[in-house]
């Protein structure tokens, strides 16, 4: 039983450092904030998926702790000029629960290849309502996009802004979820574990 609980955490471990050497892959950073990464999730879901929605919880929450610094310090998240009480909530929602979400990729993971896609594509979905929710309600989010897209409403401007990375990470995430658990040559690596 120890040996088990030992290399789930190192499992975790391993995860969690692959999730973060990936959030700093960035294919796309989009002129108005906002990046596509190399299936920065991945890891974390996959986690997920293999050990349960309680371990996935717990893995992406100290996921959600190191963006959360990374955002600190290679964003500059304390320099944005927000009121206390609006940095404390986007440290909430834009990092703590919009990244402790994803371990929930695994709650139906069970029910073969179509349950962990299933689980793996809500995780990332809970994750951009958060994104949303920031940009409604702690920056009230408005304004030009891009030439020809501008809007007073701070729910479809946080909707297409959030969309337009989250999207392609969703696309991206569950493309290489069905790959992982599909091919023979990862089905001792990608098999769910109890």
């Known amino acids: ?26 294919f796309s950073p989009l002129p108005w904030g906002g990046s ?28 959600a702790l190191l963006q959360l610094g990374l955002g600190i310090v ?8 927000l009121t206390p009480g609006m940095l404390i909530a986007c ?12 371990g929930i990729a695994g709650m139906f993971r069970t029910k073969g290849l179509a349950g962990q896609v299933a689980g793996a594509a809500i995780a990332i979905f809970l994750r951009f309502i958060s994104h949303i929710l920031s940009g409604v309600y ?3 989010s408005a304004g030009k996009l891009w030439d020809g897209f501008e809007t007073d409403n701070s729910w479809l401007y946080s909707i297409v802004y959030n969309a337009s990375y989250m999207l392609p990470e969703l696309i991206f995430t569950i493309a290489a979820v069905v790959i992982i658990f599909r091919l023979p040559q990862f089905k001792n690596i990608s098999s ?3």
């Open 74 to 81: 290679f964003d500059g998240l304390i320099g944005w000029g």
């Open 36 to 63: 596509i990464t190399l299936l920065s999730m991945l890891p974390i879901v996959v986690f997920s998926i293999r050990r349960g929605i309680l371990c996935g919880f717990g893995v992406s929450f100290v996921y």
């Open 91 to 102: 440290m909430i929602f834009d990092y703590i629960l919009a990244f402790t979400v994803l």
């Open 192 to 194: 769910v574990k109890d």
């Open 138 to 140: 702690v920056f009230a």
């Open 1 to 26: 039983m120890r040996n088990k609980k030992l290399q789930i955490l190192i499992e975790g471990a391993i995860m969690v450092a692959l999730a973060t050497v990936l959030s700093l892959i960035k």
